[in-house]
């Protein structure tokens, strides 16, 4: 153990030591009469023998155990002596000792090591040990010549409290050694000051906490982990022995530690907590509890919390619009019993006939677990919803929520919904809604009547299928149903309305299945029969004015054709007839001629509108279409009908715009609608007067026009004018079919153009005919040239 308790012993070592060379000199003694062969006289080898009994009288004297190595071996080469507490040691040598067999843990192990440097370096140790009956022993270790000793014996007297104080400071020590490491490895700051405040011992973790690679260096520098000046002293509450908390940089992060100090024999002790997580867990709950209080704050409804205590912890603005109580009075935490006798004073809290009773009630919510819903019906026409729960940490939650608008939109909409029933009831179409399960979830009496259902099979809310079935049955046309059941059913997005016509034993229902955006399907069935027999019959009588119209067209182009044979005939003896072919005629008979020709060639023209009209009923009059000419089409038509110009005493004024070339139309066809308008302006114009002709250009259109100066058209007349057999005669003037301005717009029309007509009475009438200057159908193939 100690040095001390080895300087003690000295004197007795000194004993031993003696008695160890007495042995040594006997056995060298023998071996070297063993190695020479000598025999000396008896009496040397008696004295000899009496020696080495008298050392081995003097070693059996006292209770001991005399343990021999020679050299290097590993087992001992002699065992010697007996001692109370050692039977457990071998008696012959040769075999390995088991020292922890009768000693305790902690003395095997230290003569152990004692034992290791004995035998390797020499070194010589007087140690106390302990065996395991709990009895002190004293163990010696020497080196004489080639021999290594160990001695045990027991130890008693003042010798055995010397060793009982040796080995409870060993004791100590190593207690304290343990400790020791413990702190040094302890993952906080550990320190301990003397008694002026001076660090004597910092661990390791402190060393790390102020960037030393040594605890000695911090020690030897004074390094402190902080100032006391930097010590938030109002963080750590009141925590006994608390210092405060200090922020530090530890192995490369900010950390925040609460410093704690303990006065101790001769100084003080310190260590510091890592409160980090701690302080980020207090600084998320403030944030949280301010985010909260903040969504409170934002909320419609009422909040207030009250303690184990029953006093005001916490309400939200909304509480504080709620009720006409002072803000400063809300703050100053009054209890749940005085808010309720103040709410009560200012009439602001239902009227209740026992209010003590009542209020009774309302507390009694603090000593018990279940929650409570109520509706105050307050004096100033409000409703609230109240509910009213247990805290997590005790007390009570009220959330008071106004629902008085609520309450009247429910009794709007019952009423609504009562006003739309009555509304389905009464209407003559039938009226079903299928859920998006399918089934039926509303119904009208008259769909009831249209299908021949039992009202109370619809109440049970049919699936589609069976009304599929039953109308299915009762219908002309089975697979309208099949189409409903369809529309009804299908699971796609694209659900579309399916509409259509059924017949039901002789009543045409028309029906409409259109899904609606809730996944549900509204079914509408309305009575048309009386429109389909209307229907039918005006379809009946349009087919038959179709046909007397397509007679009336073959009839004139059968009657026509038949005229225009004799007529030519006609037209062909009264030419040779004005020649003189039959021989000369005289002056009368040459007027008789003349009228004859021109009411031949009045009646050819109107012979030829009338099969011209006819192809273009029928459609089969077609377009040679070219380039045309303007100047030269209108000095044509001009040319055409000079004679009667001249026979009327006219003037005819051609206007041609300076852009106006060309454009794409039938020649023929624009040289009859510019001879129809220039007949009908020269057959109703005065002698004298003047008739313009003309054409210009604008937004891509040509616009032919003749004007005159006549008495012009009634504005009652105007809309009629273009009607085919509309004319007015004007007397002693020019009388017509009035096919003329009707062939004119066919024609234009037929040319994808357009006419139109400006008359005013006495002033004249202007007719307005407008081309595209492309031809028909320019639009067409510009887009199909764009697609390609």
Request: hydrophobic content about 40%; aromatic content about 6%; overall charge negative.
């Amino acid at each position: 153990m100690d040095a001390g308790f080895g300087n003690s012993l000295a004197g007795d070592g000194a004993a031993l030591i003696a008695v160890l060379a007495a042995f040594g000199l006997f056995f060298l003694a023998r071996r070297l009469l063993r190695h020479w062969g000598v025999t000396s006289t008896g009496q040397r080898i008696a004295d000899l023998e009496a020696r080495l009994n008298e050392a081995e009288t003097a070693i059996a004297a006292e209770a001991h155990v005399l343990v021999i190595w020679r050299g290097k071996q590993t087992l001992p080469d002699r065992v010697m002596g007996s001692m109370h507490g050692a039977a457990m040691l071998p008696e012959a040598p040769g075999v390995l000792i088991d020292f922890a067999s009768w000693l305790d843990r902690d003395s095997a192990s230290a003569l152990s090591d004692c034992l290791h440097d004995l035998r390797q370096d020499g070194t010589p140790f007087n140690i106390a040990i302990k065996s395991i009956a709990d009895e002190l022993l004293e163990a010696d270790g020497r080196t004489a010549g080639g021999l290594a000793t160990l001695r045990f014996r027991p130890l008693a007297g003042e010798r055995r409290k010397i060793a009982d104080l040796a080995h409870e400071a060993h004791r100590l020590g190593k207690q304290v050694e343990r400790l020791s490491a413990v702190l040094d490895a302890a993952p906080l700051p550990v320190w301990l000051r003397g008694a002026e405040g001076k660090l004597l011992w910092v661990n390791r973790c402190y060393a790390a906490a102020v960037d030393a690679a040594d605890p000695d260096l911090v020690v030897s520098q004074g390094t402190e982990l902080v100032g006391r000046a930097a010590m938030d002293r109002t963080a750590t509450g009141a925590a006994a022995g608390c210092l405060g908390r200090i922020h530090a940089v530890v192995s490369g992060s900010m950390r925040a530690l609460d410093v704690f100090e303990a006065p101790v024999t001769g100084g003080t002790v310190g260590f510091a907590i890592d409160m980090t997580a701690l302080e980020k867990a207090e600084k998320e709950l403030d944030r949280h509890i301010k985010s909260h209080t903040s969504t409170l704050n934002k909320l419609d409804t009422a909040i207030a919390i009250f303690g184990p205590d029953q006093r005001l912890r916490f309400h939200n603005a909304a509480y504080a619009a709620l009720w006409p109580l002072i803000p400063e009075w809300l703050a100053s935490n009054p209890s749940d019993a005085e808010i309720l006798d103040r709410l009560r004073n200012q009439r602001c809290i239902p009227e209740q006939a026992n209010y003590q009773e009542w209020r009774a009630k309302q507390l009694n919510a603090y000593t018990t677990i279940d929650p409570w819903e109520d509706r105050w019906h307050l004096p100033d026409g409000r409703t609230l919803h109240v509910v009213c729960e247990q805290h997590p940490f005790g007390g009570l939650t009220y959330l008071y929520e106004n629902v008085t608008n609520e309450l009247a939109l429910e009794s709007r909409y019952n009423e609504l919904i009562g006003v739309q029933r009555e509304t389905l009831d009464n209407l003559e179409e039938g009226i079903a809604l299928l859920g998006s399960d399918g089934r039926l979830k509303l119904y009208n009496p008259a769909f009831a009547r249209f299908w021949q259902l039992d009202p109370e099979a619809l109440d049970a809310q049919p699936h589609i299928e069976e009304l599929a079935r039953h109308g299915s049955q009762i219908a002309a046309d089975s697979s309208t149903w099949d189409e409903v059941r369809y529309s009804v059913t299908r699971l796609d997005s694209e659900r579309k309305p399916v509409a259509g016509n059924i017949d039901v034993g002789g009543r045409v229902l028309q029906f409409v299945a259109v899904p609606l955006p809730d996944g549900n399907t509204l079914l509408t069935f309305a009575d048309i029969s009386d429109s389909a027999r209307m229907e039918r019959a005006l379809r009946d009588r349009a087919d038959a004015l179709e046909a007397a119209d397509r007679l009336k067209n073959m009839f004139l182009s059968n009657v026509s054709y038949e005229i225009r044979t004799p007529l030519t005939s006609i037209l062909g003896f009264a030419e040779s007839l004005q020649i003189g072919l039959a021989g000369p005629l005289n002056a009368k008979q040459q007027d008789y001629v003349r009228d004859i020709r021109r009411s031949s060639t009045d009646l050819k023209t109107i012979i030829d509108a009338i099969i011209d009209l006819t192809a273009i009923d029928a459609g089969a009059l077609e377009l040679k279409l070219e380039h045309v000419e303007v100047t030269g089409l209108l000095e044509a038509v001009a040319e055409k009908l000079a004679n009667q110009i001249d026979e009327r005493d006219l003037t005819l004024n051609i206007e041609v715009g300076a852009d106006v070339n060309s454009f794409v139309a039938d020649p023929k066809r624009v040289e009859q609608i510019l001879s129809n308008l220039l007949s009908n302006a020269i057959g109703f114009s005065d002698r004298g007067a003047t008739i313009r002709m003309g054409a210009k250009k604008t937004r891509g259109q040509l616009q032919l026009w003749v004007s005159d100066q006549g008495r012009g058209i009634e504005p009652e007349f105007q809309k009629q004018a273009f009607d085919r057999f509309q004319s007015r005669p004007v007397p002693g003037g020019h009388r017509g079919p009035g096919l003329g301005l009707a062939i004119v717009k066919s024609l234009v029309e037929l040319h994808e153009g357009q006419v139109s007509l400006l008359s005013k009475i006495n002033q004249g009438t202007t007719v307005l005919c407008t081309f595209p200057l492309d031809g028909p159908g320019a639009a067409q193939r510009a887009d199909l040239r764009k697609s390609a």
